[in-house]
């Protein structure tokens, strides 16, 4: 999942990307390389601060009767967190001071559509990937109706009185 995250990560003043399971579980991150002197980036906490931002947004929003937010930004002196919120997971986007976020609203986009055409694929899976499904089995006392609505149905109609 790391490769949906390049595109990203080749603007100019991202500083790190990463996908959050909705329970703030940190699923895959892509980072630069931090200049001299700054602090690395604890990509757990970040997790967890998105995870929690995100419930308390919906939170705040359920009353009001809105539907959760999205999209989310939080600008610092130090930078900005962007958080983009598909159904299965969050979208994390940590950029440097001076960056404008407007610049990764359709990139993040992108990404998450990406992310979620793949996760959809998978569920879904393919009979040969996965194997085919195994065959009905015929019951011991239907004499083999059980996989046969039909029959089922002539067989309750035959019995059926004819009300004499």
Request: charged content about 20%.
């Amino acid at each position: 999942m790391k490769h949906y995250l390049d595109n990203l990560m080749h603007i100019p003043g991202v500083r790190a990307a990463g996908f959050v399971s909705p329970d703030g579980f940190s699923l895959v991150w892509a980072m630069r390389e931090s200049n001299p002197g700054e602090d690395a980036l604890d990509t757990e906490a970040l997790s967890a601060l998105a995870c929690s931002w995100q419930t308390e947004l919906s939170r705040s929003a359920a009353p009001l009767s809105w539907s959760a937010p999205k999209r989310a930004v939080l600008r610092a002196t130090r930078g900005t967190l962007i958080l983009a919120c598909a159904p299965q997971l969050i979208l994390v986007v940590v950029l440097e001071g001076g960056t404008s976020h407007e610049e990764l609203r359709l990139p993040m986009e992108s990404s998450l559509a990406r992310v979620a055409r793949h996760l959809k694929h998978i569920g879904h899976g393919d009979s040969h990937e996965h194997g085919a499904p195994l065959p009905r089995q015929q019951g011991p006392s239907t004499g083999g109706l059980l996989g046969n609505p039909a029959a089922q149905v002539r067989q309750v109609n035959q019995s059926a009185p004819s009300g004499e």
